[in-house]
């Protein structure tokens, strides 16, 4: 099973499109902009190879539809997604990627609390107002 690597292509730093960690393992990554299908990449590349999960960096760069797309990957493909990024910039205000996945894991936390009842209606109309 493979993992599929996702970056922002506004990101211009060295080693543009490749994801690398401070031990030194890199990997070439996908990148995203805008208009960019996340959902839909990563089930065509899941029906060709089996992915263990999505792994996307700088993700404070997610639009908020890219975030949802993200969550019904999770929710209903069951492929895991781990978004790493800034939470804000530097005068405090949150990126709109990361104010979305601040929302979506408050709606999560808040589900987990109330039972998966309320986990699965409340996604439901998440995902479903999400979807328009």
Do not use: N
């Amino acid at each position: 099973m493979d993992v599929m690597l996702w970056t922002a292509a506004i990101d211009d730093r060295p080693g543009f499109g490749a994801i690398s960690s401070r031990i030194g393992l890199a990997g070439d990554a996908h990148r995203f902009e805008g208009p960019t299908d996340i959902h839909a990449e990563v089930l065509r590349k899941h029906a060709e190879t089996p992915l263990a999960c999505v792994l996307v960096d700088e993700a404070q760069f997610l639009s908020k539809d890219q975030v949802w797309q993200c969550a019904r990957l999770a929710d209903q493909s069951g492929i895991p997604v781990v978004c790493y990024g800034l939470r804000t910039d530097f005068q405090g205000e949150l990126f709109p990627g990361s104010a979305a996945l601040l929302a979506v894991l408050l709606l999560l936390a808040t589900c987990a609390i109330l039972g998966l009842s309320a986990t699965l209606k409340r996604s439901r109309r998440a995902l479903a107002g999400a979807a328009q």
